[in-house]
């Protein structure tokens, strides 16, 4: 069975930084991608930043020049480095790995609060 967790979550000020884990435990074959989404309070999931299989990275307007996804193909690990925080990047945050033949693996979340 999979397992995906997320850890590094928390409450930070505007302007502050926080780094996001994720890994996975059990078999996943054929990850083709890994990825990062939030769902901000009353609003639904929406992509924050991905990274497949060959290291190309896609990320949300909203977070380009402040966020830097990476992965750690060995540990089955993503990251998500979020730097120049803003109130508006509050959410949930969730990891997500897709694997060819296998779909969609998500984690549990952890909320990041960005408040003075």
């Known amino acids: 069975q999979v397992q995906v967790v997320e850890s590094g979550g928390g409450l930070v000020q505007p302007g502050g930084s926080l780094r996001l884990s994720c890994a996975a435990s059990?078999?996943?074959?054929?990850?083709?991608?890994m990825g990062w989404y939030r769902q901000p309070p009353g609003k639904p999931r929406e992509l924050v930043a991905t990274?497949?299989?060959?290291?190309?990275?896609n990320y949300a307007d909203s977070v380009k020049g402040r966020f830097t996804i990476s992965r750690d193909n060995a540990k089955n690990a993503v990251y998500l480095q979020m730097n120049s925080l803003k109130p508006e990047d509050t959410g949930v945050y969730y990891c997500?790995?897709?694997?060819?033949?296998?779909?969609?693996?998500w984690g549990q979340g952890t909320q990041v609060t960005v408040s003075s």
């Open positions: 059990g078999s996943i074959f054929n990850i083709y991608s």
């Open positions: 990274i497949i299989r060959g290291g190309s990275t």
């Open positions: 997500n790995y897709y694997g060819v033949g296998t779909g969609d693996y």
